[in-house]
């Protein structure tokens, strides 16, 4: 899959008020937020090195104890396994997200949503 129409990839949920449409590679992942006005990011943290780029919106983020609030052009890195989380204070927002390695988990759930026939995966 060298080339994807972003606007045609299948959006799931990742969480209320936040879907993704998801391309992976063997290395990295993008992941194409879409997230409505007053959405939130619970506190989490994951492995995965991150790193975001804020396309359309305006985005509260924080990286440990950092915090910034995200306009688009700005972008951001978060290391492996460090605690971040966020609120759209002006929607909708859309974010590219990229991660190294791929989510398996993100893909696990992806597969689920898009399935529609045995030899239909996303990988």
Not at 93 to 122: G, H, M
């Amino acid at each position: 899959m060298p080339f994807v129409s972003t606007d045609e990839l299948p959006k799931m949920q990742l969480f209320p008020g936040a879907h993704s449409g998801l391309v992976a590679g063997q290395r990295l992942m993008l992941s194409f937020l879409e997230m409505e006005p007053g959405a939130q990011v619970p506190e989490h943290s994951h492995p995965h090195e991150q790193a975001g780029l804020m396309l359309e919106g305006k985005l509260r983020f924080r990286i440990g104890a950092e915090e910034r609030v995200l306009v688009p052009g700005d972008a951001f890195l978060v290391p492996p396994d460090m605690v971040h989380s966020g609120e759209v204070i002006q929607g909708p927002a859309r974010v590219l997200d990229i991660f190294s390695p791929p989510r398996e988990d993100y893909i696990e759930k992806y597969n689920k949503y898009t399935e529609t026939r045995p030899e239909t995966r996303w990988k």
